[in-house]
């Protein structure tokens, strides 16, 4: 037996004979076009809050320039949120095996020495910190806010937002530089000998490097099918068995589909959303309306059929909602023609999501309700009676429930 080094600042600590510029390669290039639907439709998804619209829509303080981009959200089609979303978080979770088995194809190199061999070599090394350090922040950040929404605060935006930046400028220079010699690589099985990735002293090999691939595949395989169903509903909402909205039996009835905070969560008490208590303040240029729920019944009542799509990616079949016009509404304090954007605000008195901005746009969309039905049953406690907003395409958070306040005016 021969002695192994003992410090992985050695070239011959590293033993596993899958390393190499294949492997490598395949991972990088999988990651490649997966990390870039990623940033694409992480972009998007943050567009669909209209943060330029209001700051209570986005807590991001001086997105400045990075938010150059950013563009009034539509309204159609109705799915078009469930669709983005979906696919960012089901990929985001699916892509995992692969980001770790890519780093773990590359960990000696985060070990060489000497740190920095010239100017051109320390700037490389930082971009690759910022890299690693960036991918590991985003997928960790990304993770917890879909599994442990009650513990993420409302900081999740600004900082997945500003690492989305940092980590895709890393990404992008890294892509520059690599993937023409990955794809040659992949294309023509260079020979590997010599490659500072290929173990100089390999151990015995336990699996082939096609196999070690199948093995990462199928962990992410494993992971999209027990998360792709949040998204797509229907049976295949019990395979979600890794969402924690999906797999969970929301009940039957009218009202049985997810919720996301409960009534008693949000702190709203029976006795504040009754017949005598409960009051829609309207406000806009005539002055202020004071509606009972009885009043807004009288008023003409129209049906949508829209999803609830949350950011967390789960989405709800479309349901069957019926109310009142937002644009209704915005007529009856002074707006006759085009409406103008709405300030929403819900009886919950604390957390990020009792409040929200909507565009003018989706105050227009003649789909757009102050929901008071759903499935043909008045709102459930849980899914924010007495009324709530229902917009098309929009993420969930902008759906207020428990809705006590409406300012229509330009924001
Ligand atoms: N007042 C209030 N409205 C709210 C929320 C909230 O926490 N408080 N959550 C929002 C979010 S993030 C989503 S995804 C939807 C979920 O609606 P549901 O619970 O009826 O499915 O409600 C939105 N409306
Ligand atoms: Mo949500």
């Known amino acids: ?60 303080p001086d997105k400045g320039i990075l938010g150059f981009y ?29 980001l770790l088995a890519k780093l773990w194809s590359v960990v000696p190199r985060l070990f060489t020495l000497p740190p920095a061999r010239s100017l051109a070599h320390a700037l490389e090394r930082i971009s690759l910190l910022l890299l690693v350090g960036g991918g590991l922040f985003e997928f960790t950040t990304g993770v917890l806010n879909v599994q442990l929404d009650y513990v993420f605060p409302g900081s999740f935006y600004p900082l997945h937002f500003y690492g989305a930046w940092v980590f895709f400028a890393a990404f992008v220079a890294h892509a520059v530089l690599k993937t023409p010699a990955a794809v040659r690589t992949v294309r023509r099985r260079l020979r590997e000998e010599g490659d500072d990735l290929v173990a100089p002293d390999p151990g015995p ?40 909205h999906g797999g969970k039996d929301p009940g039957g009835g009218p009202n049985g589909f997810q919720i996301n905070k409960t009534a008693a969560y949000a702190g709203i008490a029976a006795a504040e959303t009754g017949e005598e208590a409960w009051r829609l303040v309207v406000t806009g240029r005539t002055g ?61 008195r604390h957390g990020a999501f009792r409040r929200a901005a909507l565009r003018s746009n989706q105050v227009a969309d003649p789909r757009s309700l102050l929901a008071l039905y759903v ?18 395409a929009a993420p969930g958070v902008l759906n207020t429930k428990w809705v006590a306040r409406l300012t229509f005016g330009d924001l």
């Open 288 to 348: 202020t309306v004071r509606l009972s729920r009885a009043q807004l019944l009288r008023l003409p009542l129209y049906s949508s059929s829209l999803p609830i799509a949350c950011v967390e990616g789960w989405s709800t079949a479309d349901q069957w909602w019926r109310g009142v016009r937002l644009r209704d509404l915005a007529a009856l304090v002074g707006y006759d023609g085009d409406p103008p954007d709405v300030f929403v605000e819900s009886l919950q």
């Open 205 to 244: 090999p336990t699996v082939s490097r096609r196999g070690a691939l199948w093995l990462v595949g199928g962990g992410s395989l494993l992971l999209f099918l027990t998360t792709v169903g949040q998204s797509l509903g229907g049976p295949f909402r019990r395979t979600a068995l890794l969402a924690p």
């Open 375 to 392: 499935n043909g049953e008045p709102l459930s406690p849980d899914h924010g009676y007495p009324a709530r907003i229902i917009v098309p």
């Open 1 to 60: 037996m021969r002695d192994h080094p003992r410090l992985p600042t050695s070239p011959g600590f590293w033993r596993s004979p899958l390393r190499g510029p294949w492997f490598t390669s395949v991972l990088g290039l999988v990651l490649l076009a997966g990390i870039t639907v990623l940033f694409l439709t992480g972009l998007v998804s943050y567009a669909a809050y209209n943060p330029d619209l209001s700051r209570v829509n986005d807590t991001t």
């Open 70 to 98: 950013l563009f009034a959200w539509p309204t159609g089609p109705v799915w078009l949120y469930r669709f983005t979303q979906g696919v960012h978080v089901t990929l985001g979770i699916t892509l995992i095996p692969v």
